[in-house]
């Protein structure tokens, strides 16, 4: 038993059989991959369920989205884990020291994407960025950019709902998080920030440099597929099961003339019922999924989403740490606007 | 006797690194005052911009994440 135990710990070390490991390991992927549909099929007709009926249709979403979202989280965070190890919060805050509005806001939406962040580092990085001379509206533009744009989202929308909607998310969420970090900038909130934050100086920070071998960035992306994997599958559970809901039994004319793109009021309603809402991305697509295959206007879907993703409760709650309310107040309606004007934008495009 | 200070909110990973800390001082047989940083504005003073941070003596070794256990080690002995 331990000999066993020693040699996969030897293996481990060895960036041949990760390689080789990762090969097969995406071979069988894919294989499998491609047949969920056929498996979830028969799965539903084993089971005493009349077939075509609603209940029949629900089961078949949820039995077939559930390891298909799952296989493809494992995949997207494992090769996210990787290339963030390339990236550290300190590196983008010295990238982003002393950067101009503009430019900066538009380096800081990108590196929102690629660094490495976690919710509860939230203020810690606002503090840090702020107090290490990165302008405020840039701050902005990373912290917006940072949970909207992630790789869960973008990587679930590709496989889901399809590689145009997946682009058009990236490219407009990247400029919202621009735009709002860039107009935050220009109203020169520095006041509004609590006391304590303008106060602080940041300390010169030397961390020693890591050499991390191709085997420190696969270990990487393994414990984010521990980490992210573990901590969200009950989300995706809980998300596919509603809509698994919508798929099988709200009916299409319903939902058209609600989450349509002739009433114009549902694009509002849709980012004002986000915002107390709070859901990881992975959660929310399924259900988006889902309501897009029953006629919701693509619009007033995306900005449901980004309103759930970007505009939280909760990390407004942690944020009150540093911000006064007023500018809390201001980033809310800033970026609430933004979504607004991509709902409305992409309805017109796209009906 | 070093002095240790692990710098964090008191996110779940923060707790883990207090203890992985003071684990390994303890296996090394090293003397250590372990102290524990919650405080925003005392984290910023460090310069580090994500959590959990480690600081050895004064000296910012960690920032970000779990801390692996060959390292801890490492920047104990120094």
């Known amino acids: 038993m331990n000999t066993i135990a020693e040699s996969l710990g030897q293996a481990r070390k060895s960036q041949g059989i990760w390689f080789a490991g990762i090969a097969i390991f995406v071979t069988a992927w894919f294989v499998l991959y491609n047949q969920l549909l056929p498996f979830a099929r028969w799965l539903v007709t084993q089971l005493p369920i009349a077939p075509g009926s609603h209940l029949a249709s629900s089961v078949e979403f949820f039995f077939y989205d559930t390891p298909k979202v799952l296989m493809l989280l494992t995949l997207v965070v494992f090769a996210m884990g990787v290339v963030r190890t390339f990236f550290s919060p300190e590196r983008t805050r010295a990238l982003l020291a002393g950067k101009r509005e503009g430019l900066g806001n538009i380096a800081a939406a990108h590196l929102g994407i690629v660094t490495p962040f976690c919710s509860c580092s939230a203020v810690p990085l606002f503090v840090g960025f702020v107090s290490a001379g990165v302008p405020l509206g840039v701050t902005f533009s990373f912290l917006i950019a940072a949970p909207m744009v992630n790789e869960i989202a973008l990587g679930l929308l590709f496989a889901l709902v399809g590689w145009k909607v997946a682009l058009t998310y990236l490219a407009f969420g990247l400029s919202i998080a621009i735009v709002s970090g860039w107009v935050i900038g220009r109203l020169h909130l520095e006041g509004w920030l609590e006391p304590w934050v303008r106060e602080v100086r940041a300390g010169a920070v030397d961390l020693e440099d890591e050499h991390l071998t191709w085997v420190d960035r696969f270990e990487a992306g393994w414990d984010a597929v521990k980490e992210i994997v573990g901590k969200v599958w009950y989300w995706i559970i809980a998300g596919i099961a509603a809509g698994a809901f919508i798929h099988g039994y709200v009916p299409a004319e319903l939902l058209s003339s609600i989450m349509g793109a002739d009433s114009w009021w549902s694009v509002p309603a849709a980012v004002l019922l986000g915002i107390p809402m709070y859901s990881n991305a992975a959660g929310i697509i399924p259900v988006i999924e889902a309501l897009l295959g029953k006629g919701a206007a693509l619009g007033t879907v995306l900005a449901f989403m980004m309103s759930v993703i970007a505009l939280s409760l909760p990390e407004m709650i942690i944020l009150r740490k540093v911000l006064s309310l007023k500018l809390i107040a201001v980033f809310v309606a800033v970026v609430g606007t933004g979504i607004l004007g991509v709902g409305y934008l992409f309805n017109a495009l796209f009906s | ?78």
């Open chain 2, 1 to 78: 006797m070093k002095n240790i200070k692990v710098l964090g909110p008191g996110c779940k990973r923060c707790q883990t690194t207090e203890d992985m800390v003071k684990a390994a001082a303890a296996a090394l047989g090293i003397e250590a005052s372990i102290e524990k940083i919650t405080d925003y504005a005392e984290m910023a003073k460090y310069g580090i911009v994500s959590t959990p941070g480690i600081v050895i003596d004064g000296k910012v070794v960690h920032a970000g994440g779990l801390p692996k256990e060959d390292d801890l080690t490492r920047w104990l002995q120094a």
